[in-house]
């Protein structure tokens, strides 16, 4: 047995496995091109682009086993059911995608909660988001921010806490820039195009206790960035992540003495917050 890893393997077999199920789904769809028209298989290029996608976003040898086969196994079967109707092939490939890719985004956040935690999302400490990953949960995306706006549409954008720290939902581009640094907590959103102030990310999973080590870590962030400038602290809504690291830095920098009164300065700031269990076990 040699020294390689078993990553080292994977890596190995990757480029092999991708390019057998790359033939077997060429397989699966060629009874389909003998005979409905090239027009009824659009859906074919999209699925192998998701095929790609998935094999980047893990990098997993088995992953791509598991989407080509799927992929293979679903086209053989419009190809065995409806050999001579394009029209029916042609609506049936636009529903199957149209389901797919929001059922894809969604199960790919539910590893998050199952344990994987949010290196699901692939965030970086400067924000930024894979473009596989981008791609992938796109769906996902488009409902959080949908859901940003529903919850805090009628709420201030951010909100004063102390000396020059500010809480408050995910920023736009233009909003970020009027701060010297945005703390971000949002593993599922990106830095938005534009921003050019520094940014900092923690990436946490929204409704997940946060890991106690990443919490402080970002306190210590907030309050060094704060020496230096205007400091936002944001997540998603700005209710939880982000209220319970300024509740953090509030507590360990004694400017309250207890998480109790760090959530009673948050809520007299004029937002609602949810961090109870997250700033109790985090002080105690």
Avoid at 154 to 181: H, I, K, M, W, Y
Avoid at 197 to 215: H, S, T, Y
Wanted: proline content about 6%; aromatic content about 10%; some cysteine.
């Amino acid at each position: 047995m040699t020294g390689e890893s078993g990553d080292e393997v994977h890596r190995g077999r990757g480029p092999v496995v991708l390019g057998a199920t790359v033939f077997g789904f060429l397989l699966g769809v060629a009874p389909i091109f003998r005979d409905v028209p090239l027009a009824a298989h659009w859906w074919i290029a999209p699925g192998v682009a998701c095929l790609a996608a998935i094999v980047a976003w893990r990098g997993w040898w088995r992953a791509a086993a598991i989407a080509g086969g799927a992929l293979a196994i679903a086209a053989f079967v419009v190809s065995a059911l409806i050999p001579q109707r394009p029209l029916a092939a042609f609506f049936a490939g636009f529903v199957a995608l149209f389901l797919l890719w929001p059922a894809l985004a969604l199960a790919i956040v539910a590893l998050a909660y199952a344990g994987a935690g949010s290196k699901v999302f692939q965030k970086s400490a400067d924000g930024s988001i894979t473009l596989a990953c981008r791609l992938l949960l796109l769906p996902y995306r488009l409902g959080a921010r949908t859901n940003i706006w529903a919850w805090t549409r009628n709420l201030a954008p951010q909100v004063a806490v102390a000396d020059s720290v500010f809480l408050g939902r995910f920023p736009t581009a233009s909003e970020a820039n009027g701060f010297g640094t945005v703390i971000d907590l949002a593993a599922e959103l990106e830095r938005p195009a534009g921003a050019t102030c520094r940014w900092i990310a923690f990436p946490m999973v929204d409704l997940l206790p946060p890991p106690l080590m990443v919490q402080q870590q970002a306190a210590g962030a907030l309050e060094k960035a704060r020496r230096d400038g205007t400091v936002l602290v944001c997540c998603a809504l700005g209710f939880q992540r982000s209220a319970g690291v300024v509740a953090e830095w509030l507590v360990v920098t004694g400017r309250a003495r207890t998480p109790a009164r760090a959530r009673e300065m948050l809520s007299a700031a004029g937002r609602p917050v949810h961090l109870v269990e997250a700033t109790e076990r985090a002080a105690s």
